[in-house]
Nanobody
Framework: QVQLVESGGGSVQAGGSLRLSCVASGYTYSSNCMGWFRQASGEEREGVAAIYTEGGTTFYADSVKGRFTISQDNAKNTLYLQMISLKPEDTAMYYC?????????????????WGQGTQVTVSS
């Protein structure tokens, strides 16, 4: 059974940093990317970062470019999202997910697997 478990969320002030982690178990790659999406209260899901599982190519939403960095440690089956210069508009539940890599800047609307999420709250 596939399980993705996120951690590392919390409450920070604007300009602060957080690092999210996602540990995968029982998992065999069924997609070409692993990534993170977020969902703010009352809003649609938004893909924010993804990494090609077999090559390391990364993808970022325009809203987080230059501030978020996605990485993976295959030996630990762990995906990371380093977030710096956080803004109040980054406040959301963040989910680790298995997904198709974005194409021409278009992010998928569906995901193969995702975790339970970790809350990130940024205050001004």
């Amino acid at each position: 059974q596939v399980q993705l478990v996120e951690s590392g969320g919390g409450s920070v002030q604007a300009g602060g940093s957080l690092r999210l982690s996602c540990v995968a178990s029982g998992y065999t790659y069924s997609s070409n990317c692993m990534g993170w999406f977020r969902q703010a209260s009352g809003e649609e899901r938004e893909g924010v970062a993804a990494i090609y599982t077999e090559g390391g190519t990364t993808f970022y939403a325009d809203s987080v470019k230059g501030r978020f960095t996605i990485s993976q440690d295959n030996a630990k089956n762990t995906l990371y999202l380093q977030m710096i210069s956080l803004k109040p508009e980054d406040t959301a539940m963040y989910y680790c997910a298995s997904l198709d890599c974005p194409k021409r800047g278009r992010w998928p609307r569906e995901y193969y697997y995702w975790g339970q999420g970790t809350q990130v709250t940024v205050s001004s």
